[in-house]
């Protein structure tokens, strides 16, 4: 169940997306990158978050005194969905940087944490399943905490607005029912 925060990160959210789908559907359509559709969904966002930092692929974590990176911890089982590099913790678990692909936040502090967003193009090669365990990690994350999080999944090519994202909420590291 959402709670007032939630539904009003929800609202700014959606504002943001619907001046995404009305001025950029020439990205989705013709299949932009990834990164080029979170860019200028960050900057529609900006607009609804004046006293917040709306950045893409946002990797420092000042709290962090070791690396001064994002890491999520993941338990071995969890580390076969990540092939990158990563720095051990002990024979339990791994700790891997991370880069979301949108997050709402106040840099330096993990204080005013809002909105970490993932976006997925229905036709990657890369499986979602990353992505979402990102979004547990976020919204559970005793460091991090995340009010909302966000898997949009963007299908290209279409034509249909009414079809062409599909949106899951996540809260306390689960979906959420909107």
Same mark, same amino acid.
């Given at each position: ?5 939630? /539904?009003?990160?929800?609202?700014? @959210? ?12 020439? =990205? ?14 960050? =900057? ?5 978050? #004046? ?7 946002? *990797?420092?974590? =000042?709290? *962090? ?18 092939? %990158?590099? $990563? /720095? ?7 700790? $891997?940087?991370?880069? #979301?692909? !949108?997050? $709402? ?5 993990? +204080? ?6 993932? !976006?997925? %193009? ?10 979402? =365990? ?5 919204? +559970? *994350? ?8 966000? @898997?949009?999944?963007? %299908? ?10 599909? !949106?899951?909420?996540?809260? *306390?590291?689960? #979906?959420?029912?909107?």
């Amino acid at each position: 169940m959402l709670n007032a925060l939630q /539904r009003a990160l929800i609202k700014k @959210f959606n504002k943001a997306l619907s001046d995404f789908i009305t001025k950029e559907k020439y =990205l989705y359509f013709y299949n932009a990158s990834e990164r080029a559709m979170a860019h200028r969904l960050a =900057l529609y966002l900006q607009a609804y978050f #004046p006293k917040h930092y709306v950045d893409c692929e946002y *990797n420092l974590n =000042l709290e *962090n005194k070791q690396t001064l990176r994002k890491e999520i911890i993941l338990a071995s089982r969890e580390a076969t969905l990540y092939n %990158k590099r $990563v /720095r051990a913790i002990d024979e339990e678990g791994i700790a $891997v940087s991370v880069f #979301p692909d !949108i997050i $709402v936040h106040q840099r330096g502090e993990n +204080s005013h944490n809002k909105i970490i967003i993932e !976006i997925k %193009k229905n036709n990657s090669s890369v499986d979602s399943s990353y992505d979402k =365990l990102k979004l547990k990690k976020y919204t +559970s *994350n005793c460091s991090f905490k995340y009010d909302l999080g966000i @898997f949009l999944c963007i %299908k290209i090519g279409n034509h249909s607005i009414l079809e062409d994202f599909q !949106i899951e909420y996540w809260s *306390n590291g689960k #979906p959420i029912q909107k």
